[in-house]
């Protein structure tokens, strides 16, 4: 956005919970995602709701934890295929309307996350 983070504007912490909530529900009941997540998602859920609060433009909260994203490399032990990536998108879509979260935002984050996205893809289907 113009003025402001996005952080801000879909209103911070809480709605970011919202949608990790959503999202990994959603991960762990999807077919082709469970073969390479854990089976309790609360450490990935956590970790993900620091990642995306500064992926949006709040405050550093993943880095101040963990270091630099570097995201591509710590997604290398996993095979992240063109279908993987298009499941974790579909699972993102879902989530990003059931937390509820008003255009114009919700296009402008999804559209960041399918770029992110596709620059994890690792492996071919
Ligand atoms: C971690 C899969 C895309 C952010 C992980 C893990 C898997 C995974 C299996 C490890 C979970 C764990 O052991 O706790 C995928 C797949 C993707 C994808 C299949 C499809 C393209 C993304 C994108 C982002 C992202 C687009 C960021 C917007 C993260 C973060 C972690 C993570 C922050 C935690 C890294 C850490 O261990 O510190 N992902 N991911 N992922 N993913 Fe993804």
Not at 23 to 28: E, M, S, T
Request: some cysteine; hydrophobic content about 35%; aromatic content about 12%.
């Amino acid at each position: 956005t113009e003025y402001g983070t996005l952080y801000e504007a879909i209103g911070g912490f809480k709605t970011v919970k919202r949608l990790v909530t959503a999202f990994y529900k959603r991960v762990g009941n999807h077919p082709k995602l469970t073969p390479i997540f854990p089976d309790d998602l609360t450490e990935t859920a956590r970790k993900q709701s620091l990642f995306l609060t500064q992926f949006l433009g709040g405050p550093k909260l993943y880095s101040e934890e963990f270091g630099h994203p570097m995201l591509r490399r710590r997604h290398l032990p996993f095979e992240i295929t063109p279908t993987r990536k298009d499941a974790w998108l579909e699972c993102m879509a879902e989530a990003l309307e059931e937390a509820n979260i008003e255009e114009p935002y919700r296009t402008a984050i999804f559209e960041r996350l399918t770029m992110t996205a596709h620059h994890m893809m690792n492996t071919p289907d």
